[in-house]
């Protein structure tokens, strides 16, 4: 059974950092694409940020020189550091595995909530 458990979401003012984690069971992170993901209210769920197999980051132009998304291989962890945050960070943030051998390869976690408001 693959799970994805997102934690490090919280209330943060502008300008601030928070450090987001998704912790992977039931499959080796660093063998599959992961990713972030977030929703705002009445707004699509996006891209936000991903790292592939093989080490590549990718990253939505909203966020470019702010986050930054890694790989923690002795814990199993696929982090999302978040720095210099904006109210338009708001939203519920997922995290995404691919996994093509798996009926359903979409795998997502039950998200975790960024506020940043001052």
């Known amino acids: 059974q693959v799970q994805l458990v997102e934690s490090g979401g919280g209330l943060v003012q502008p300008g601030g950092s928070l450090r987001l984690s998704c912790t992977v069971s039931?499959?080796?992170?660093?063998?599959?694409?992961m990713g972030w993901f977030r929703q705002a209210p009445g707004q699509q769920r996006e891209l936000v940020a991903d790292?592939?197999?093989?080490?590549?980051?990718h990253y939505a132009d909203f966020v470019k020189g702010r986050f930054t998304i890694s790989r923690d291989d002795a814990q199993n962890t696929v982090n999302l550091q978040m720095n210099n945050l904006k109210p338009e960070d708001t939203a519920v943030y997922y995290c995404?595995?691919?996994?093509?051998?798996?009926?359903?390869?979409?795998?997502w976690g039950q998200g975790t909530q960024v506020t940043v408001s001052s």
């Open positions: 790292i592939s197999r093989g080490g590549s980051t």
């Open positions: 039931g499959i080796i992170a660093n063998m599959y694409y």
């Open positions: 995404k595995a691919e996994i093509p051998w798996m009926t359903v390869a979409n795998q």
